[in-house]
Nanobody, 112 residues
Framework: QVQLVESGGGLVQAGGSLRLSCAAS????????MGWYRQVPGKQRELVAT????GSTNYAEGRFTVSRDNAKNTIYLQMNSLKPEDTGVYYC?????????WGQGTQVTVSS
């Protein structure tokens, strides 16, 4: 069973940057799509960014950039110009044969 492990979250001041990582336990070639969602307490999980196996990207937030390193089986989320409203738990997902696999999440807190 493939696993995804996020890292890189933390506390940052508004205007700062963070880079999240999501490491897959197996080759990323298994995934047709990978990406990031964010969840804020009391709200539904919302899409942040996705990247396909061919490298096509989709963003809900223009300040963020998603990328992948196939050699490291890792995707990244570079977040710049962070705002307090970016605070939440960021989850990595990967789609395998139509089923989404999720990581455990990493907390991002942006202070004003």
């Amino acid at each position: 069973q493939v696993q995804l492990v996020e890292s890189g979250g933390g506390l940052v001041q508004a205007g700062g940057s963070l880079r999240l990582s999501c490491a897959a336990s197996r080759s990323m070639s298994l995934f047709s799509k990978m990406g990031w969602y964010r969840q804020v307490p009391g709200k539904q999980r919302e899409l942040v960014a996705t990247i396909t196996s061919t490298g096509s990207t989709n963003y809900a937030e223009g300040r963020f950039t998603v990328s992948r390193d196939n050699a490291k089986n890792t995707i990244y989320l570079q977040m710049n110009s962070l705002k307090p409203e970016d605070t939440g738990v960021y989850y990595c997902f990967g789609r395998v044969d139509g089923t989404d696999v999720w990581g455990q999440g990493t907390q991002v807190t942006v202070s004003s």
